[in-house]
């Protein structure tokens, strides 16, 4: 099979270094997220192991833990990635890539239209979010910000994706 060109090698590194930044924003912020509810957590229960009958919910049991793990994964999958670019059969591995993220946006809308159907049910009133910090906007939440640089990603991703296509398609004519 058809190594990809020298430009065409260039021109996909740094897109890909577009979406390691993106990715990485995205790990840190919701790492750091999680950290900052587990710290809140321990400072009212005096454990990080309790799950029933708590004040705040555990973090482990919140939609932001989750969401922490699938931008670090998708990260690391991302670097792996980066380093194969000399591949050329690397348009198989980040179709699986970008169908994660695809997934991990839904997974993020979802969570964050919940949140934001409940604020509006109440009356666009302060409600406790799910990981139990009050939520005076919606908008000013780390599960829509999550939501908004899991979306970045997701199209940064796309963008390589079409174009690996191509680069792919041309070498199979040839």
Request: charge should be positive.
């Amino acid at each position: 099979m058809k190594q990809l060109s020298v430009l065409q090698w260039l021109r996909m590194k740094k897109n890909y270094l577009f979406l390691l930044i993106a990715l990485g924003v995205g790990s840190l912020f919701s790492v750091g997220t999680v950290l900052g509810d587990y710290m809140r957590f321990y400072d009212v229960e005096g454990t990080i192991f309790r799950i029933k009958d708590c004040a705040s919910p555990n973090p482990l049991m919140t939609p932001c833990f989750w969401g922490a793990i699938a931008f670090v994964v998708a990260f690391f999958w991302a670097r792996r990635l980066y380093y194969r670019l000399e591949r050329y059969d690397m348009y198989i591995y980040h179709t699986s890539l970008s169908v994660f993220l695809v997934g991990g946006s839904i997974f993020a809308w979802t969570n964050f239209m919940r949140g934001y159907l409940a604020f509006i049910n109440h009356g666009s009133k302060p409600i406790i979010g799910c990981s139990g910090q009050l939520v005076t906007n919606p908008f000013e939440t780390p599960c829509f910000w999550g939501s908004v640089l899991f979306s970045i990603s997701l199209v940064i991703a796309i963008g390589l994706w079409i174009g690996l296509r191509r680069s792919h398609a041309t070498a199979i004519i040839e």
